[in-house]
């Protein structure tokens, strides 16, 4: 089964924690600290015909375009395939959803920003 939502982005997470890093990087001027709003919603891929959950994560005072939200994605997920690749929680966040399904691939779970 996959991870539940909790497992996935809780505030103690992983996960979390590599990705509040990633956007600290990017964006240094917070002050160290950002509010993230999280959405999540479950239902049938239309695409796929699978069960899916989808995870969106909202930091409403940063305001990017099209393009550098791409190079946030890009370097997100290049940093979960490295911190994969080092093993640990990343990669067995990694194991878990790829046993969920053979698709779930970083570059795969990580939707276009």
Not at 2 to 25: K, N
Not at 37 to 57: E, H, M, P
Not at 89 to 106: G, T
């Amino acid at each position: 089964a996959a991870p539940a939502l909790d497992e996935l982005i809780g505030p103690d997470t992983a996960l979390a924690r590599l990705v509040g890093s990633v956007v600290g990087e990017v964006f240094p001027s917070h002050g160290g600290f950002l509010d993230a709003a999280v959405f999540n919603a479950t239902g049938l891929s239309q695409t796929k015909g699978v069960r899916k959950a989808s995870i969106r994560l909202v930091w409403p005072s940063i305001v990017v375009d099209s393009d550098r939200a791409m190079r946030v994605r890009d370097l997100l997920v290049n940093r979960l395939a490295i911190a994969s690749a080092d093993g640990g929680q990343i990669a067995e966040l990694e194991a878990q959803l790829k046993k969920a399904s053979a698709a779930n691939a970083w570059h795969s779970v990580v939707g276009d920003a």
